[in-house]
């Protein structure tokens, strides 16, 4: 299922149990577990989309279990705000769109994977977090030799000095026969 599907339809199933919890069909707590199944399942998945491959290699399940434990935790402090508040659907909306836009970021991880690169943008390892904006370009050289020359790209909106670090000195990381 290719990315933006993979992004609609998680926000779709999410936002149409929010529906029943409003309307009282559904208790706040089983919402929450069931959004996070629904989370882990869009992460994994967007994951594949990204190497092209059916199921997930144990560097994708590191990738993407390291990713949903932080993730997975923001998501109880925004259902413990909805318990405390009660948060009006389009602000429940917009802010389920913050998680499933990092799916792109998922979806990159499993694109480069095959690169094995040293860092990637929201991991959680820039003073950024998960409002970085940077990303990968890729130029592959030569897909046998395992040749690329990678370039962090620093976002539009964003300079944390970490990402500013990122991007000089991997401007490109030179990958040569996989290595750098
Ligand atoms: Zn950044």
Redesign the pocket.
Known sequence: MPLDRIQSTVLDDILTGYGGVLAGLQSLDDWREESKTLLTIAHAAAYMDGTGVRELSAVGRQYVNSLLASELTYFDAFVDAIAGDGLDEATVQRRLTMYTDKLAATNDAGRYAIWQLPAQ??DGR?Q?LS????SWRVEVLSVEELDADAYWQ??KT?S?P??LS?AARWNPLQIRGGNY
Request: net charge negative; proline share 7%.
């Open positions: 943008p929201r820039t950024c409002n970085c904006g940077c620093i976002g964003e944390c970490d990402c990122n």
